[in-house]
């Protein structure tokens, strides 16, 4: 079954340490690759998009993320987090196969010390 | 409306009665998602909405779940005789059509649905 992976469902780090959340999905053929981001009280909200091109996409806050296709992969980094950046993060992604029906990993709680 | 607006908020119910939860995607958005979130789980996909038409309904978990859209604009989540596993929040999102190259999904806040 087509299924999207984050591998951490919790980190915790102290401020100006660097981050990387995982994603592996399992969709053949082209796809779109999002992050999305869930603050404290707040709706979920898109971080970052991957259709095409560059791998290596920016989003907003500093984050990036790198499009592995060989790995399936699309890994979310920044190299200094902050307090603020405490939330919750999810990989998602669309495709062809899977009907164009955006499917979202189960969320990587982030919790950033001060 | 300037966002996704999904009503009630908050909604607590007995095991077995009927529930219904509303959408209000982004005018002229043409999909509308609806997603379902378990205390400490991801995102769980139920259904989504092109239109009018739902072409993916694999994600409803049972056939006590149902939804539809009229006007290409309001849709209503049923969820008939509540069971207590029932018991998340909903999540409603738009986006100016399925899947594509500009596809962004606005979320909604969310109902939270307690089964007692």
């Known amino acids: 079954a087509q299924s999207v992976s984050q591998h951490n469902h919790h980190v915790i780090l102290s401020e100006a340490a660097s981050l990387e959340l995982g994603c592996n999905y399992s969709?053949?053929?082209?796809?779109?690759l999002f992050w999305y981001v869930q603050y404290p009280g707040q709706h979920l909200q898109l971080l970052l998009k991957y259709f095409s091109g560059d791998p290596l996409v920016k989003g907003i806050k500093g984050f990036e993320a790198e499009f592995i296709k060989s790995k399936f992969s699309f890994n979310l980094r920044k190299p200094s987090v902050q307090w603020s950046d405490t939330a919750e993060y999810f990989c998602a992604v669309n495709a062809r196969t899977g009907g164009f029906k955006t499917i979202f990993g189960a969320g990587t709680r982030l919790f950033v010390k001060a | 409306g300037a966002g996704v607006s999904q009503s009630p908020s908050n909604k607590v119910t007995e095991k077995g009665k009927d529930v219904e939860l509303r959408c209000d995607p982004i005018?002229?958005?043409?999909?509308l998602y609806w997603y379902r979130q378990r205390l400490g789980q991801g995102l769980e996909f139920l259904i989504y909405f092109q239109g009018n038409s739902a072409p993916d309904k694999s994600g409803l978990p049972s056939d006590r779940f149902s939804a539809e859209r009229t006007g290409e604009s309001v849709s209503t989540l049923t969820i008939q005789r509540t069971q207590q596993e029932d018991s998340a929040v909903y999540l409603c999102?738009?986006?100016?059509?399925?899947?594509?190259?500009?596809?962004?999904?606005?979320f909604g806040s969310g109902t939270q649905l307690s089964v007692l």
């Open positions: 969709y053949g053929g082209t796809v779109n």
């Open positions: 005018s002229g958005h043409t999909a």
């Open positions: 999102a738009s986006s100016s059509r399925v899947g594509g190259t500009n596809e962004k999904l606005f």
